[in-house]
């Protein structure tokens, strides 16, 4: 892939400009509008954004849900507390997933490796590495001069420990280092490109208890989990302010139902809301329609908009009440995941799933499917994402898959024989 760094600064600049300056509160509307006076997305918006990309084809193909499923390798990207739970002994997963596939290009991509151990019946360690690939970029000075090529590359490693803290209840936590180098080295009109670092926590929580439901068993859990508690980041030398990362909040319920030995279904339902400052723009509509300085926005006079200056848990703890449009706004911000899985003999598996996202804060919407087989110590899922939107997803039209490797099964052997 061939990108040129000039290029891309003059489009992050513009994109900065238009949503800083070009956009106003209308008191009336009670939304961000445009010139024209239309209602337009005031997105939430944070850096390292790789860190929210579900890694794992089994919760991609049910709506990106998973922050209370039955575990699997992959669940810590989710909620770690789950693995607790954990029916094996030890596991391994490996995820590959495409990235802009509809652009033709094949050096963009996710990939992403998790594992855990039970210690014992109650508690369990893992870890997991997920490094994203932005391909080759062809650099260039102000001139257009070639210069050197660059590989961006973002990386995060992860280490988790779980416990259960009675018999239906588990609690995690994961220390994890991110790394992000997009253009390093670089100087772009006098100021020096960077290499963004943090480091960042997961805190979760699960409660499992076994349930019947007309006349079926099953398994009902309930999951609290709070991601990407991390420092602050920037890309640029001595920068004025620092961005937030991703920090999140999820909320999420499981249900499986056993129907008889050999059919199982589980329903499940994600709650997702960023614990970032809402933007808030510069300018404002006055009851004549002509535009004015927004005073909610530079409270200090400094020349530079509050919310940015936030500390991490002033951001945190505020994120659920500092919307402009108050109440109303605030829960335009959450998203909504939905899945379906059914097992037929715990071997073959059918997904499906729904995600969605308030127009005016993304406006991400899709279908997704997939499948899964496992046998003996190796397992396979797929996913495919089909878009409900007209806001491009990198992920369109796109098949990831996940490999699953549980040993358990050797344990079990060596302690028969």
């Not at 003059?10 to 900065?16: Q, R, S």
């Not at 588990?170 to 790394?179: E, M, P």
């Not at 670092?197 to 309930?222: C, F, I, M, P, Q």
């Not at 920068?239 to 499940?268: C, H, Q, W």
């Amino acid at each position: 892939m061939r990108i040129y760094l000039k290029l891309v600064f003059t489009v992050v600049t513009a994109v900065f400009s238009f949503s800083v300056q070009a956009q106003w509160w209308d008191p009336v509307k009670n939304c961000v509008a445009n010139v024209n006076g239309e209602c337009v997305p005031n997105t939430v918006l944070s850096t390292l954004p790789f860190l929210r990309i579900t890694p794992d084809a089994r919760s991609g193909a049910m709506g990106d849900v998973g922050v209370a499923l039955k575990p699997d390798a992959h669940s810590m990207h989710f909620n770690a507390s789950t693995l607790a739970f954990s029916e094996e002994k030890s596991g391994i997963g490996v995820t590959y997933t495409p990235w802009l596939t509809n652009f033709n290009l094949d050096d963009i991509f996710l990939a992403y490796i998790s594992g855990y151990y039970k210690l014992d019946k109650n508690q369990a360690v893992g870890g997991s590495i997920r490094f994203f690939s932005l391909g080759d970029i062809q650099f260039t000075d102000e001139m257009g001069t070639l210069l050197d090529v660059g590989r961006p590359r973002e990386i995060e490693g992860a280490i988790f420990y779980t416990r259960k803290l009675g018999d239906n209840f588990s609690a995690s936590l994961t220390g994890k280092y991110i790394y992000s180098n997009l253009a390093t080295g670089q100087n772009v009109r006098g100021v020096d490109i960077v290499s963004a670092r943090s480091y960042g926590a997961d805190l979760g929580l699960n409660y499992r208890k076994k349930v019947t439901l007309s006349g079926y068993k099953g398994e009902l859990s309930v999951g609290l989990a709070i991601t990407n508690i991390g420092s602050k980041v920037s890309y640029t030398a001595n920068a004025p302010v620092r961005e937030y990362i991703p920090t999140n909040l999820g909320l999420g319920t499981a249900l499986t139902l056993d129907f008889d030995k050999y059919n199982s279904m589980t329903f499940a339902l994600d709650i997702n809301k960023l614990m970032v400052p809402t933007p808030i723009a510069r300018q404002e509509f006055d009851e004549n329609g002509s535009p004015r300085p927004n005073p909610e926005c530079d409270l200090d006079g400094d020349g530079i908009c509050d919310f940015l200056q936030k500390s991490l848990f002033a951001a945190m703890l505020g994120s659920f009440s500092d919307a402009q449009g108050g109440f109303r706004e605030e829960l335009q911000e959450y998203t909504f995941g939905l899945g379906v899985e059914y097992w037929y003999d715990k071997q073959f598996a059918a997904r499906l799933g729904y995600y969605y996202e308030n127009p005016l804060k993304g406006n991400r919407r899709f279908f997704t499917v997939g499948a899964g087989i496992k046998y003996n110590i190796f397992g396979i899922n797929l996913s495919y994402l089909v878009p409900t939107s007209n806001i491009p997803n990198p992920l369109d039209n796109t098949l990831r898959f996940s490999l699953l490797f549980d040993f358990s099964i050797f344990q079990a052997e060596t302690v028969e024989e």
